[in-house]
């Protein structure tokens, strides 16, 4: 699961904020809604837009919905290294593709800009000391930098990452993607609970002009954790809008896949929580939260009531409602009780939607097709059938969905009707997550280091190579008649031709 932060001296962020390249506006530290003080570092003007390219891979499996379809890509066949890029650390998030640079991130909270061609550094950016699991009361990173997949932004030319910097601080910082530059910093803390037990390992977004930031735990679900979302103004000023799951601990935001935009609205797949009985508030569940600009006046009188005043007397208070993500919609399965106590819940993998429905499956392994329209709260399924654990993000392509499972990758179909079929299935020691191109169906074991090209009918192996070690739910990338692959080592990229 997840990683840290504790806040320090905002004179040290500042230091790191000077080495910038481009003017920045530095403001007086104060605390703004949805955690952390006011950035030390801000654009100062509107950027011109950079044109994006077919081949263009700009967030988690390509698109904002995470469907991981790369339509453009170039028919496989045969596989071949072209380049490996060693990098200072490992790199856990998907590599980003902008023109012809490939942006990368890595644990040593470093961010590169690689030539597409050939993998020679460009530039590199280094945001300050990661974290050491010395310092982190659990967890299974060491050291502990960026984790979640960066998202880049068209209309600034910014690419976004979140570090954990030593000591267990959050940073968000947005760099030119074209020179490494830092043009936005802002320290970014979950606003509810102990930000030493924090991790952040879902994938960023964009939405509204905001980037979207989610938290979880850190493996072993130590600490005074609470999953939360953060929407920060991508400018870096301005007020931080923040949505913490209703549990008194736990209820991690953690999957790889990270949240997904939905229209105007982002869903969420949410851990175990703390309640084992009673009412459920919002863990093991999938969430639906909106921006409060975003919604009709008259929806804000119908949302759920906030939780008891038990279960948040030993937590900071919350964000006045000017400053909150608004929880439109929410699910969670009959067995969610169960599901807590044993640690079977739905924030494993990403939700992804398909046509008039959303798919959620998490480490029980139970496949749950909601209705887009009205998840149906507790118990509000469509249907739902046996699948298997799953992890990180699936793809979608029409009404077929590919899905990680712990130890295969499954074919499964949502019919008209809401239902599920299952087609094929590739035995795995650990399947990461799937991407769809160039008339193939691409994975990486992570379990044995390898990458197949599966064919999408049937599963046939079409071809494979050995990889190395790579990242738990590692996900390739497809760009230009390459695959990209993030590595404990750097970024290694593969000729598909």
Request: charged share 15%; aromatic share 6%; proline share 9%.
């Amino acid at each position: 699961m997840a990683v840290p932060g504790r806040r320090t001296d905002a004179r040290r962020r500042a230091a790191l904020a000077a080495a910038a390249a481009l003017p920045v506006l530095l403001l007086p530290a104060c605390t703004a809604g949805g955690g952390g003080p006011v950035p030390t570092q801000v654009a100062t003007a509107a950027r011109s837009a950079t044109p994006l390219s077919a081949g263009d891979w700009t967030t988690y499996h390509r698109d904002p919905a995470r469907t991981g379809v790369a339509p453009g890509a170039a028919p496989v066949r045969s596989l071949t290294r072209a380049w490996s890029a060693a990098l200072d650390g490992a790199v856990y998030g998907q590599p980003l593709v902008v023109g012809a640079r490939v942006l990368a991130a890595t644990e040593n909270n470093t961010l590169y800009g690689l030539d597409a061609a050939s993998g020679a550094v460009l530039w590199s950016t280094h945001l300050g000391p990661p974290a050491t699991a010395a310092e982190l009361p659990c967890g299974n990173i060491d050291p502990l930098g960026i984790t979640g997949t960066p998202v880049y932004d068209p209309s600034s030319g910014l690419v976004y990452a979140v570090a954990e910097l030593s000591g267990g601080r959050h940073e968000l910082a947005g760099l030119d993607a074209a020179t490494g530059a830092v043009v936005v910093r802002r320290e970014v803390e979950p606003p509810k609970g102990d930000p030493l037990a924090h991790q952040q390992r879902a994938a960023l977004t964009l939405l509204d002009g905001r980037v979207v930031v989610a938290f979880g735990g850190l493996f072993g679900d130590c600490g005074t954790y609470v999953g939360s979302v953060l929407a920060v103004p991508a400018t870096g000023a301005g007020p931080i809008l923040s949505y913490a799951v209703p549990t008194a601990r736990e209820g991690g935001i953690w999957a790889a896949g990270g949240p997904v935009v939905d229209g105007g609205r982002l869903l969420v797949s949410v851990g175990n929580g703390a309640e084992t009985s009673g009412t459920n508030q919002g863990s093991d569940s999938v969430l639906a939260l909106a921006l409060p600009s975003s919604l009709p006046s008259s929806l804000t009188t119908s949302l759920p009531p906030s939780p008891s005043p038990s279960l948040t007397t030993s937590l900071p208070p919350s964000p006045s409602p000017s400053t909150e993500l608004v929880r439109t919609d929410f699910f969670a399965p009959s067995s969610w009780q169960q599901d807590n106590a044993d640690d079977l819940d739905l924030g494993s993998l990403s939700p992804v939607r398909v046509g008039r429905f959303v798919l959620a499956v998490g480490k029980r392994g139970t496949g749950y097709v909601l209705d887009a329209a009205h998840f149906g709260g507790v118990g509000g399924e469509l249907s739902q059938a046996a699948l298997c654990p799953a992890y990180g993000g699936a793809a979608v392509t029409g009404s077929t969905v590919y899905l990680p499972c712990q130890d295969q990758l499954l074919q499964v179909t949502v019919g008209d009707d809401g239902r599920l079929g299952t087609g094929w299935r590739l035995p795995l020691r650990g399947a990461g997550s799937p991407v769809v191109g160039g008339g193939a169906v691409w994975v990486l074991d992570y379990g044995q280091g390898r990458l197949y090209a599966l064919d999408p009918a049937d599963g046939r192996v079409l071809e494979q190579t050995a990889v190395g070690p790579v990242p738990h739910f590692a996900a390739p990338v497809l760009t230009g008649g390459r695959v990209l692959v993030g590595t404990m080592a750097g970024v290694t990229a593969f000729g598909t031709d």
